[in-house]
């Protein structure tokens, strides 16, 4: 599917939202002078040097992709320069340009991956130098095309690709895409804007770019001290007041207070027979604060001091900081555009969203693949087409060798499977009733993991704060509200379907469907940061590499400032 659609000026878009729906400029408002001169250098001689710096080895710090954008978009305009007035420097369009890399800061990005060194140096000489030359014009055009080019794909896909850091991701950009959307937004005659829409405009982006903002000045102030190893404390039990001390300081560091010294409807309800208790003891409202934290970070929360909660205290701060970096990452690898009516599941959330025309239509909880490789569910994009009712379930093969046939035909009665020849092959389903490991109705949109979304007969799991039962399909909590969201049907219809024969009857969707399943450890929810459940270890490889872009050096924060005075004088 083309996954770089639809770019257009629509700042703070909320989630399902798309490009489309809001007002543009005609793109064909801006194009470059042709000039005859540029402060009286021919601009003859600037094209030629502009042309020979293409054919030349590529800048430092511009990828071999980025150059070829690069040239791609000279080779358009004919090696026009593209920054360049007959004055000098086209003053407006740079500065945009010099503010979006500044602003990349704060999305998390590596800003040593562009050539702000080199960009403030020829700005820098162009705005000091009323006779400048051809090579120093020429010089300025190319590191500012360069910039914009490897700014703009960064922004649109992101600066890692997520086959080289083991994401299971595939919903992969298409190139021919990022050419055509440089193209058009540097059409724009407020590049500003153009620039702001490469990114994504989704609230919950703007979220985590706000609290990655809150985390660096944690992270500059030293973090949070270390909470003691402690064993499993629950509430109401007497405890050593250094590790209750420890607790309180902890969880303030991230704003949250135990409800005697703030407001109590902050906090999630006391367990059940837990009262306040004197000094020395481990009280209710310091135990409301524990299930909230553990609510806030991916934990079953039961308001008990136990290791996993004390290790997830003790995560360093920094850390944390990088998977805020590493989720805005993720975002910038999805598409700007997801249509209008569209499914969005995020695993490490076990939540799954239905958005109609912009707005959120429909929630649930989910239960995803199992915490270990051959059952995790991946991240890809699909479109639902059908929905099956009262459907068999077809065991794989994987399945039936490990689960089914070791337990005999005893256990494949009990359960109501039988066999079935394929292709010269014996293979087991599991009939349609209230056994069926797919519950009454699944969802289907055909991909290469064999992955849908389905009922289930087993609903007390929707229980568990931390739902990772299934074989990497995805089951729904509220399966006859999503067949009716999906087909338009009224709820007695649905349930009709899902209660009467005939059996494993197919419905096409009125229209295809996007859905899209993802994989964000850290996310907003209700304007509120969670630290979701990293169930298959995939921050463990991102985070190393986005943590220069999350605490930038004092090097780059250096050359941040040198380009900051120089674009604004």
């Known amino acids: 599917m083309a996954l770089l659609s639809g770019f257009a000026v629509l700042p703070g878009c909320k989630r399902g939202e798309t490009a489309s729906t809001g007002k543009t400029e005609n793109p064909q408002t801006w194009a470059p002078e ?63 340009l010099t503010d979006a890399i500044l602003a990349a800061n704060t999305d998390g990005m590596r800003l040593d991956d562009y050539p702000v060194g080199a960009l403030a140096q020829a700005i820098g000489t162009l705005k000091q130098t009323k006779t400048p030359t051809a090579e120093q014009l020429a010089t300025a055009d190319v590191i500012l095309t360069a910039s914009y080019t490897s700014l703009g794909e960064d922004l649109l896909t992101g600066q890692v690709d997520p086959r080289t850091v083991a994401q299971a991701w595939h919903v992969d950009p298409e190139e021919e895409n990022i050419d055509s959307a440089l193209v058009r937004n540097l059409r724009y005659e407020r590049l500003d804007k153009a620039l702001a829409t490469m990114r994504p405009t989704d609230d919950d982006y703007a979220g985590l770019s706000k609290q990655l903002q809150n985390y660096r000045v944690i992270v500059a102030k030293g973090g949070w001290q270390p909470v003691p190893a402690t064993e499993n404390l629950k509430p109401g039990s007497p405890a050593n007041p250094t590790l209750l001390a ?63 909660t004390i290790e997830s205290m003790n995560v360093p701060a920094s850390y944390r900081l990088g998977e805020i970096a590493a989720n805005m990452e993720r975002f910038r690898w999805l598409p700007r555009s997801f249509g209008s ?59 039936a060798a490990k689960e089914v046939f070791p337990k005999g035909a005893a256990y494949m009665a009990r359960e109501n499977m039988e066999t079935y020849q394929e292709n010269g092959q014996t293979r087991v389903r599991q009939r349609p009733g209230p056994k069926n490991a797919l519950g009454f109705v699944k969802f289907l949109f055909p991909n290469d993991f064999n992955i849908y979304l389905h009922d289930t007969p087993n609903h007390e799991l929707f229980k568990e704060d931390v739902r990772a039962f299934s074989h990497g399909c995805i089951r729904v909590e509220k399966p006859a509200e999503l067949a009716q969201w999906v087909l338009g049907w009224p709820a007695d219809k649905v349930q009709g379907e899902m209660d009467n024969p005939p059996d494993n009857k197919s419905v096409k969707v009125p229209k295809k469907i996007p ?30 590499i986005v943590m220069s872009g999350a605490m930038p050096s004092k090097e780059i924060v250096d050359a941040i400032q040198a380009l900051r005075r120089i674009a604004s004088t």
Do not use: C
């Not at 703030?262 to 009280?283: C, E, H, I, L, R």
């Not at 695993?347 to 909880?365: C, H, I, N, P, R």
């Not at 699909?382 to 794989?396: A, G, H, I, K, Q």
């Open 34 to 96: 042709k000039l005859t001169s540029v402060q009286g250098v021919p601009a003859t001689e600037i094209e030629a040097l502009i042309q020979k710096k293409l054919d030349g080895p590529k800048l430092d710090r511009i990828d071999d992709d980025q150059w070829g954008h690069t040239k791609r978009l000279y080779k358009i305009y004919g090696s026009n320069p593209l920054w360049l007035t007959s004055n000098g420097l086209h003053q407006t369009r740079t500065k945009a």
């Open 246 to 308: 420890a607790v309180r300081n902890r969880l303030a560091v991230e704003g949250i207070v135990p409800a005697s010294g703030a407001n109590k409807a902050s906090m999630v309800p006391s367990p059940q027979g837990a009262s306040t208790s004197p000094a020395g003891s481990y009280d209710r409202e310091l135990a409301a604060a524990v299930a909230l934290f553990q609510e806030r970070h991916g934990i079953n929360v039961d308001s008990s001091l136990g290791k996993e």
């Open 341 to 399: 009516r569209y499914i969005f599941v995020n695993v490490s959330a076990f939540k799954l969203e239905a958005y109609d025309s912009g707005q959120k239509t429909l929630e649930m909880k989910v239960i995803v693949g199992q915490e270990y490789q051959d059952k995790a569910t991946p991240v890809f994009a699909d479109s639902l087409e059908t929905v099956v009712f009262r459907p068999y379930w077809n065991v794989t093969p994987d399945i």
């Open 515 to 544: 859905v899209f399943i993802t994989y964000f450890t850290t996310y907003i929810d209700n304007g509120q940061l969670y630290f979701g459940n990293d169930l298959y270890n995939r921050d463990d490889k991102l985070v190393p």
